[in-house]
């Protein structure tokens, strides 16, 4: 049984940091694709950042490079989220997917992923 499991959120300040992380089991990391994704209230869901061992590349959307950073503990089976100069816009539902097989999509296409986790909130907010 894959599962995925997100901590780490909270509320921050604006210019705030938090670490995101989510901890797999039955689904080896290093052998996927693996994404985080966030949802604000009436908004879709959207890709933040996204890591292809195959593809050998790390996707980072426009709104967050610079700020964010996408890293895994392969030995700990886990994914972390890095997020720094946090911004009221950052709020959001954030999520970890995975998927054991590349689709040859978008690295951060919804599509592309089987495997969710229960989401965290992070609210960002003076």
């Known amino acids: 049984q894959v599962q995925l499991v997100e901590s780490g959120g909270g509320l921050v300040q604006p210019g705030g940091s938090l670490r995101l992380s989510c901890e797999v089991s039955?689904?080896?990391?290093?052998?996927?694709?693996i994404g985080w994704f966030r949802q604000a209230p009436g908004k879709e869901r959207e890709g933040v950042s996204c890591i292809s061992s195959k593809r050998g590349s790390t996707y980072y959307a426009d709104s967050v490079k610079d700020r964010f950073t996408l890293s895994r503990d392969n030995a700990k089976n886990t994914v972390y989220l890095q997020m720094n100069g946090l911004k009221p816009e950052d709020t959001a539902i954030y999520y970890c997917?995975?998927?054991?097989?590349?689709?040859?999509?978008?690295?951060?296409?919804?599509?592309?992923?089987?495997?969710w986790g229960q989401g965290t909130q992070v609210t960002v907010s003076s």
């Open positions: 997917a995975a998927s054991s097989f590349d689709y040859g999509l978008g690295l951060c296409d919804l599509a592309q992923y089987n495997y």
């Open positions: 039955g689904f080896t990391i290093g052998y996927s694709v």
